[in-house]
């Protein structure tokens, strides 16, 4: 157990040891849940507009594999017991902590298992190749920005994610359920619909430019030293 612990941390600090002035503003951005609200209301939108009141059923297993996720990772993290870098007294010294040092105890990541829920949930309803690209490095962006913030070490990811992808399966499997018993005429099933490659050029299109745009506008900010950490 302390070799496994061991390598944990060596990969933690290989990751962690990785920064810069520019990328801690950014991933001090990638790891807000505001930072990509804009990302979520156009996903809500298409959703919306291709299942119409079907929808809303879509939008509560969204809901609740996040609130499983979430609320499941605390359960654990305060049975186990895991302190995080930024509270273990033997790294303290040692870790590149960009913003607060986090709650106390680091295993599991709910980040980890929230986006990862929510990408695996969305990859099975809208069933697009390259939309399961985009939306899978979405979370792995996101989950990557614990280690970089150093809040979480590379194990709490990983068990994260695969919680994560476990959750985001089963309830897919439970709207399905619903969806077969809850049959509105006229209606696209949740089983047979998937993102039109028309659709899926706009939400390409929006999301690169919102993360171009981010990069431009924190690049020429910090240039003129107006932001920093």
């Excluded at 607060?100 to 298992?113: E, I, L, V």
């Amino acid at each position: 157990m302390q070799s496994i612990i061991d390598i944990d941390k060596s990969i933690f600090f290989f990751f962690n040891g990785m920064h810069s002035p520019f990328w801690d503003v950014i991933m001090a951005l990638f790891t807000r849940t505001e930072y990509w609200l804009i990302i979520y209301a156009v996903l809500i939108y298409y959703i919306i507009k291709r299942y119409k009141l079907k929808a809303v059923i879509i939008l509560i297993a969204v809901a609740l594999s996040i609130v499983v996720a979430d609320q499941f990772s605390g359960i654990i993290k305060d049975t186990v017991q895991r302190l995080r870098p930024t509270h273990d007294p033997t790294m303290q010294g040692l870790v590149h902590n960009v913003l607060s040092r986090g709650g106390m105890y680091s295993y599991f990541s709910a980040h980890a298992s929230n986006t990862f829920a929510v990408a695996t949930l969305l990859s099975l309803i809208l069933k697009n190749r390259n939309f399961n690209i985009l939306i899978f490095c979405w979370a792995a962006v996101v989950s990557y920005t614990r280690l970089y913030l150093g809040v979480h070490f590379p194990f709490d990811i990983l068990t994260g994610i695969l919680f994560g992808m476990l959750l985001g399966w089963g309830m897919y499997k439970v709207l399905i359920f619903f969806d077969k018993r809850l049959f509105m005429l006229g209606l696209p099933m949740v089983s047979d619909a998937k993102l039109r490659s028309k659709d899926l050029r706009y939400i390409l299109l929006f999301f690169f430019v919102f993360i171009l745009s981010t990069l431009i506008v924190v690049n020429r900010l910090q240039h003129f030293n107006w932001i920093q950490l």
